[in-house]
């Protein structure tokens, strides 16, 4: 079955970096359009980025273009998620997913991916 591990979230301060990891098992990652959301307390969930299977297509939320960046290493099964110059309103449960539909970006800049299954989270906390 899917297994997705993610690690790397921590505190930090603003301004801060983090590099996020997700390790895959149990399916065929190569073949498979990957992402990450987060959901602060209180907060719906937001797609943060996706990355195709096929060409490695990237797709950013507005509020995350030009900080974060995801890459895939399909030799290491793993999915990354760098994140520099990290704002307080950052702050929230990062999760890695498999992405089984179609990807969109909406007129207000959000990022809405098909997410199917997702791991167990990894808290960013980004506060001085």
């Known amino acids: 079955q899917v297994q997705l591990v993610e690690s790397g979230g921590g505190l930090v301060q603003p301004g801060g970096s983090l590099r996020l990891s997700c390790a895959a098992s149990g399916f065929p990652f190569d073949r498979y359009t990957m992402g990450w959301f987060r959901q602060a307390p209180g907060k719906e969930r937001e797609g943060v980025s996706c990355i195709m299977a096929s060409d490695d297509f990237t797709y950013y939320a507005d509020s995350v273009k030009g900080r974060f960046t995801i890459s895939r290493d399909n030799a290491k099964n793993t999915l990354y998620l760098n994140m520099n110059d990290l704002a307080p309103e950052d702050t929230a449960v990062y999760y890695c997913?498999?992405?089984?539909?179609?990807?969109?970006?909406?007129?207000?800049?959000?990022?809405?991916?098909?997410?199917?299954?997702w791991g167990q989270g990894t808290q960013v906390t980004v506060s001085s």
């Open positions: 997913a498999t992405v089984m539909g179609s990807i969109r970006t909406t007129w207000t800049g959000a990022l809405e991916c098909d997410f199917g299954s």
